[in-house]
């Protein structure tokens, strides 16, 4: 932008989002010009000496990685009045179906650079209930193809860690 009003007329105009959810064109074009931070939480079960986690697919509509394999995760709102608030926002919206048996554990963060801009990302595992379906989940030990490239070394960062209490 060159001139003072043009920044005038851009702060104008995103003076009028409300706070939240926004289009996804214009997190598109804030995402590249700043950090965005992400709610990381990857379901993990231990049984048989192996581990597994449930991956969601994403939306054949991504913009991204269509029908890919992801470690489910959400951005930080600025509505968003707790982390509590947002782990259960992920939760309904990626693992609905799924039973925790705790509260997410806290692993460690990363800072990258994903597709659409740099990122840091609050990584966490959480344990789901035995009685859930195995046929659902991936073994941790081997991913597929059709994971996120990025989400490969989170999913892997999450594993390690609970592996070390199981």
Do not use: C, N
């Given at each position: 932008m060159k001139a003072d009003g043009d920044h005038d007329e851009l702060c104008r105009l995103l003076n009028q989002l409300t706070p939240g959810l926004l289009p996804r064109d214009v997190f598109h074009a804030?995402?590249?010009?700043?950090?965005?931070?992400t709610f990381v939480v990857v379901p993990l079960l231990q049984r048989l000496e192996k581990t597994f986690a449930y991956l969601p697919r994403r939306s054949s509509d991504d913009l991204y990685y269509p029908s890919m394999l992801n470690a489910p995760g959400t951005i930080i709102r600025a509505n968003d009045e707790s982390l509590s608030d947002v782990c259960r926002r992920l939760a309904q919206a990626e693992f609905p179906e799924i039973t925790?048996?705790?509260?997410?554990?806290?692993?460690?963060?990363?800072?990258?650079?994903?597709?659409?801009?740099?990122?840091?990302?609050?990584?966490?595992?959480?344990?789901?209930?035995?009685?859930?379906?195995?046929?659902?989940?991936?073994?941790?030990?081997?991913?597929?193809?059709?994971?996120?490239?990025?989400?490969?070394?989170?999913?892997?960062?999450?594993?390690?860690?609970?592996?070390?209490?199981?």
């Open positions: 804030i995402a590249r010009l700043m950090v965005t931070t925790i048996k705790q509260s997410p554990v806290f692993v460690d963060t990363v800072y990258d650079r994903i597709v659409r801009g740099r990122e840091i990302s609050l990584i966490h595992w959480a344990e789901i209930d035995d009685a859930s379906d195995i046929s659902r989940l991936t073994d941790v030990d081997e991913l597929p193809s059709d994971v996120v490239p990025t989400d490969r070394a989170r999913i892997l960062m999450a594993a390690t860690a609970f592996k070390k209490i199981r």
